[in-house]
């Protein structure tokens, strides 16, 4: 009896562990965003998706992966945006510069079954895909172009993986280039480039500036010029208008003053010599007031004309005592000029 019940323990014991074993391959459970395919008797059967998933056990079983990067013998496949981080790779570019790029790359499984069946190494692939994509694109560049247009290599690198992955099961979502390293003589030599390229910049931009004032002063000048030739215009024309009405003015006063006297008179010839007289003897009468010394000579004429100056005097006596205190009061002898 002792013996039947050890031999009973063992057997539960056995049914036991295969039943656990039976149940550990015939229960999966797959975790969200990842698959399992799953093959029976060494052929794809199905893809086992996220949650419980009952195979029959010893003729059913996930296929594993061999990627690198990935854990040797993993089965579950994810399903999510995956990165491959480049290291440094050397690259020439067309112009005979090796240069070290470093990259990134996103990419995505769309369909697992091509992803494990149309390609061994998935990740491997799209690495030596990658550098020999990044050689073709940047060795068709110069240097400069490809420091300057990492847009265009990013988007050629993108469509060159995205159309050899694409019979891979794999979407290639976004290629980025993050470091574009040259040699140590070359960089410095950009870098004199570069300074030299700013100056000459600086330079262009400072003769600009003095151009642009040189004319606005130029400007600011002809435009002052122009406004101040019409303020003298302007100015002359007024001085010459008010000196138009000045002489208006007096020559009216003038005509009034001959007509008053040529009525007082009556005659015009001796209208005439009153008014040739009255002008020389102011002129005496102003020559006599300056503090020059001066010698007068009298014409034989002078006592005619004195003599005509008391005639008229008379005259206006005789028309009118007011018109006659008006007029200029004869001298008698050159002392009285003089005074």
């Keep these: 009896m002792p013996e039947l019940f050890g031999l009973g323990a063992i057997f539960l014991a056995f049914l036991g562990v295969a039943l656990l ?37 010893f003729f059913e079983s996930p296929r594993a992966v061999y990627w690198s990067s990935v854990r040797p013998g993993t089965t579950s496949i994810d399903l999510r945006e995956q990165y491959i981080d480049m290291p440094p790779q050397p690259v020439i570019t067309r112009d005979n510069v090796t240069i070290n790029v470093d990259s990134v790359v996103y990419w995505q499984i769309t369909d697992p079954t091509k992803a494990v069946y149309e390609v061994a190494d998935l990740v491997g692939a799209l690495v030596q895909l990658t550098i020999t994509g990044m050689r073709s694109v940047m060795g068709e560049m110069d240097l400069d172009h490809t420091l300057s247009n990492r847009d265009q290599i990013n988007a050629k690198l993108r469509i060159i993986l995205d159309e050899a992955t694409d019979k891979w099961g794999v979407k290639v979502t976004r290629v980025d280039v993050k470091n574009i390293n040259p040699p140590e003589d070359v960089r410095i030599t950009m870098e004199k480039q570069m300074t030299a390229e700013r100056n000459r910049r600086a330079l262009i931009l400072q003769a600009e500036g003095d151009k642009q004032a040189a004319i606005t002063r130029a400007e600011g000048e002809k435009q002052a010029a122009v406004t101040r030739s019409e303020g003298n215009k302007q100015s002359a024309i007024l ?101």
Aim: charged share 20%; hydrophobic share 45%.
């Design 239 to 339: 001085d010459a208008e008010g000196a138009s009405q000045a002489r208006l003015v007096n020559a009216t006063a003038e005509a009034q003053a001959i007509a008053q006297i040529a009525s007082a008179i009556g005659d015009r010839k001796q209208t005439a010599q009153y008014l040739i007289t009255q002008r020389y003897v102011d002129s005496m009468r102003d020559m006599a007031r300056t503090q020059n010394s001066k010698v007068i000579f009298m014409p034989m004429e002078t006592s005619g004309v004195l003599a005509s100056v008391g005639a008229f005097k008379e005259v206006f006596a005789a028309t009118g005592e007011e018109t006659a205190a008006q007029l200029p009061k004869p001298p008698r002898s050159p002392r009285e000029l003089e005074k």
């Design 21 to 57: 074993v039976v149940a550990w391959k015939t229960i999966k459970i797959v975790p969200q965003s990842s698959v399992l395919l799953i093959e029976r008797l060494g052929r794809f059967h199905r893809v086992a998706a996220s949650g419980l998933n009952i195979i029959v056990p």
